[in-house]
């Protein structure tokens, strides 16, 4: 069974550091990219962070750009993303999501196929 | 940036009956398309991709159908179990969301 566990979030004052985890299990990690999630409270979805399955291929989305870093270690089946600089708007639920799909001209074709149960991150003063 | 906008942003529907959800896409994402099942507390699930293919665990009474810009997710009986939000996803570029619709008990 595929499993997805997120930790690591909490209330830091703005401009704090924080260090999400995902530990997977279940699949062969080093087989897939893995992707960032997050979700605003009460609000949709938004992709934040991609990196391929041998971490040569990372990607963010603008509004993260030179804050957030995302890595991931295939000897320990995790994923992580390292937030700096954070802001009120970072509040949200952030799940570690599975990819399928593919990336054609360095343009990734991502949907998901299975979600951690998130972790909320809370910037607040 | 792929702009996907869904409608309406809550359905009321008896069990039952039949509900409709429509996603619409600023640029054409040809089949590339994802819908997700999200109930309060939880995580999305996969629900269709691919536009119409139905993911694991998912009954024949959901169905998805579409292409080009215009995408549309159908309950053919609602079941109590069906109450939550609905999100659609692009993945013909960059992944982006829709703002997702609420189907209630009506």
């Known amino acids: 069974e595929v499993q997805l566990v997120e930790s690591g979030g909490g209330l830091v004052k703005p401009g704090g550091s924080l260090r999400l985890s995902c530990a997977a299990s279940g699949f062969t990690f080093n087989d897939y990219s893995m992707n960032w999630v997050r979700q605003a409270p009460g609000k949709g979805l938004e992709w934040v962070s991609s990196?391929?399955?041998?971490?040569?291929?990372?990607y963010y989305v603008d509004s993260v750009k030179g804050r957030f870093t995302i890595s991931r270690d295939n000897a320990k089946n995790s994923l992580y993303l390292q937030m700096n600089s954070l802001r009120a708007e970072d509040t949200a639920v952030y799940y570690c999501a599975r990819v399928q799909g593919s990336m054609v001209r360095g343009v990734i074709r991502y949907y998901y196929d299975y979600w951690g149960q998130g972790t909320l991150v809370t910037v607040s003063s | 940036e792929i702009v996907m906008t869904q409608s309406p942003a809550t359905l009321s529907v008896s069990p039952g009956e039949r509900a409709t959800l429509s996603c619409r896409a600023s640029?054409?994402?040809?089949?590339?398309l994802a819908w997700y099942q999200q109930k309060p507390g939880q995580a999305p699930r996969l629900l269709i991709y691919?536009?119409?293919t139905r993911a694991t665990g998912f009954p024949a009474r959901f169905s998805g159908s579409g292409s080009g810009t215009e995408f549309t997710l159908t309950i053919s009986s609602l079941q109590s179990e069906d109450f939550a939000v609905y999100y659609c996803?692009?993945?013909?570029?960059?992944?982006?969301f829709g703002q997702g619709t609420k189907v209630e008990i009506k």
């Open positions: 996803q692009q993945y013909n570029n960059w992944p982006t």
């Open positions: 990196i391929s399955s041998t971490s040569a291929s990372i």
């Open positions: 640029q054409s994402v040809s089949s590339n």
């Open positions: 691919g536009a119409s």
